[in-house]
């Protein structure tokens, strides 16, 4: 049984590239979240889909970042202009949505991100 | 919003002596959902307990909690700590959980290190 795939693993960028990570949810799960993990802010919400729709976005930084979810199988997280300070883990999970959902989120391993 | 607050950052334990970490939160809703997740080194965040009944003490591979709406805590603990349980933990919120928004709030974590 799968778990939450994250794609790549780890990717370097120059300051002002452009960024894009992938996750794929386990299947039959309806929700999707996205969480940046730093050493000194710890895990932050950035945003998620409930059945491919966005739910919450409210810790999304608005203007270099954006996320989608295409199919119930795919989300991506797109960070433009990168910049230092947005180099972190970038962590994807999912869970079961509607009378299923339990606060248990399952995650992927994570997608460093190291911006030069 | 909702908050989690984790006092300690670092916490190291001789083999053997108790565990206690601290996690208090604040939310204006009464029906809050608080979990512990655990993080081991190269793998991916995972659920260790959960609760949201008041005063009721939880208990899960060794580890337990008792959520504490008086004081809004919900520290966990160990009788005795293990080489094993080394790991990243973090305290975990959901602040309304009869809403309709999944999104849990995550603390700064705590980076603990048992040593023999």
């Known amino acids: 049984n799968a778990g939450v795939i994250q794609t790549p693993r780890h990717k370097v960028t120059g300051k002002g590239q452009e960024a894009t990570l992938w996750c794929e949810p386990i299947s039959g799960h309806s929700a999707v979240f996205w969480y940046r993990q730093t050493i000194v802010q710890g895990l932050e919400f950035l945003t998620y889909f409930r059945n491919q729709a966005p739910i919450d976005d409210s810790g999304m930084p608005k203007e270099r970042f954006s996320a989608q979810m295409p199919n119930q199988s795919h989300s991506t997280l797109k960070i433009q202009s990168t910049q230092p300070q947005d180099s972190a883990v970038y962590l994807c999970a999912s869970s079961l949505g509607g009378t299923g959902y339990t606060g248990q989120l399952y995650f992927g391993e994570g997608s460093k991100l190291t911006v030069l | 919003g909702d908050s989690v607050t984790q006092k300690e950052g670092l916490v190291t334990l001789t083999e053997g002596l108790p565990v206690m970490l601290n996690c208090t939160y604040q939310?204006?809703?009464?029906?809050?959902?608080l979990f512990w997740y655990v993080h081991y080194l190269n793998e991916s965040p995972r659920l260790l307990l959960k609760s949201s009944t008041d005063n009721k003490r939880t208990e899960h591979q060794g580890f337990h909690a008792t959520l504490h709406k008086s004081s809004s805590s919900f520290h966990l603990q160990k009788s005795s700590a293990q080489l094993s349980d080394s790991a990243l933990y973090y305290c975990a919120l959901r602040g309304n959980s009869g809403g309709s928004n999944y999104k849990l709030t995550f603390g700064k974590g705590t980076l603990l290190t048992v040593t023999p």
């Open positions: 939310t204006i809703y009464s029906n809050a959902f």
